[in-house]
Nanobody
Framework: VQLVESGGGLVQAGGSLRLSCAASGIFFSGYTMGWYRQAPGKERELVAI???????NYADSVKGQFTISRDNAKNTVDLQMNSLKPEDTAVYYC?????????WGQGTQVTVSS
């Protein structure tokens, strides 16, 4: 199983980034896919999840700012991040979950400068 994130980088406050995660080795459409983040000195936290049926859930801190989407034909899940703030700076991780099976990507750094 592999989850490979891409799209991180350095952006100024107010800017946008789009993260993408490519999954392989899993029955993708059956998995709930998610994005989590971990800032320095803080615990990893949920950002957004999307079920196979495209039901979504967001952390309160990113509602209206981030959008999660998935393409079951391409085995990808994206996170569109708009109006970025310095507090969005973190390593962002892709997650795949189905019952007791959980997989993580290696993470991609997002840095928002003020």
């Amino acid at each position: 199983v592999q989850l490979v994130e891409s799209g991180g980088g350095l952006v100024q406050a107010g800017g946008s980034l789009r993260l993408s995660c490519a999954a392989s080795g899993i029955f993708f459409s059956g998995y709930t896919m998610g994005w989590y983040r971990q800032a320095p000195g803080k615990e990893r936290e949920l950002v957004a999840i999307i079920t196979g049926g495209r039901v979504t859930n967001y952390a309160d801190s990113v509602k209206g700012q981030f959008t999660i989407s998935r393409d079951n034909a391409k085995n990808t899940v994206d996170l569109q991040m708009n109006s970025l703030k310095p507090e969005d700076t973190a390593v962002y991780y892709c997650n795949a979950e189905l019952r007791s099976n959980t997989y993580w990507g290696q993470g991609t750094q997002v840095t928002v400068s003020s």
